[in-house]
């Protein structure tokens, strides 16, 4: 497992369940997103004929779905170069247009530092 030592213990912890769920479920990404208080929400992607959602903004879902009222962090691990637009507008929506988001790849080695 390689790991970006230069971020901080809390966003490095966020990357690592975001790489945790995507391995785990088998799923193309993995997100894990950081309330206010500190408590952290992991999901995958989900893809049911009905309801496709990516893994970051089935983390922002469970966050809100959970109480939280605003979020420090997200992070995403993915094969993907870039962030799509809706998944950044849901962190803007919960987190402000300032809050870090991290893209990682599935070695989890940091491609991508960016505010929502």
Known sequence: MTERTDLGPE?????????SARAR?????????????????VAGTVA?????????RTAVAMAVASGAEAL??????SGAE???????AAVRD??????PVFLAGVDGVLRLTTKA
């Open 94 to 99: 919960l987190g402000g247009p300032g809050t």
């Open 11 to 19: 966003d490095q912890k966020i990357v690592t369940l975001a790489r």
């Open 72 to 77: 420090e962090a997200a992070a995403v691990v």
């Open 25 to 41: 479920n088998g799923v193309p990404e993995g997100a894990a997103v950081r309330d206010e208080t500190g408590r952290t929400y």
């Open 48 to 56: 049911l004929a009905s309801l496709e959602l990516s893994a970051l």
């Open 82 to 88: 870039g962030l799509a637009d809706a998944d950044l």
